[in-house]
């Protein structure tokens, strides 16, 4: 069953801007992110757009394309993506980091509510963002 997938690509879009006012834009004032392997938890739009300053700052060029989308049915309430991260390991050479988010939008607002993000281990370790 196919579902709409916007959103998805809107977020592959505004964490590869490097723009943390479009990032900031995607979610709802009070969004919750929870990125509890490294305990990158914020609440609120403001939270995260200070998350997503620092996060350019730390990977300039930073790009991530969206591989595959998946929903809950018959009623799509959280919907989910897989991603690859492009960024640079400690050494400057180009790296792909896998992550998985799922996404819980407010309808009324069409933007996120709560998200949850998810990695690939190996691909972690292999650009240096964990050991």
């Not at 723009?19 to 995607?26: G, K, N, Q, T």
């Not at 009324?108 to 993000?117: F, G, P, T």
Request: glycine share 6%; net charge negative; charged share 20%.
């Amino acid at each position: 069953m196919p579902f709409d997938r916007k959103l998805l690509q809107d977020y592959a879009d505004a964490w590869s801007s490097g723009d943390s006012e479009a990032v900031a834009s995607l979610y709802t004032p009070e969004a919750i992110r929870q990125d509890t392997l490294f305990s990158e938890n914020q609440q609120g739009n403001s939270a995260i757009k200070a998350f997503a300053t620092h996060f350019f700052a730390r990977y300039p060029g930073v790009h991530l394309t969206l591989l595959e989308t998946f929903g809950e049915f018959p009623k799509v309430i959280k919907r989910g993506g897989i991603y690859t991260v492009s960024v640079s390991d400690p050494s400057r050479q180009p790296c792909d980091v896998n992550m998985l988010v799922l996404l819980e939008p407010d309808e009324s607002q069409q933007k996120i509510a709560q998200e949850w993000v998810f990695y690939n281990a190996d691909s972690l370790i292999a650009c240096g963002w964990a050991q």
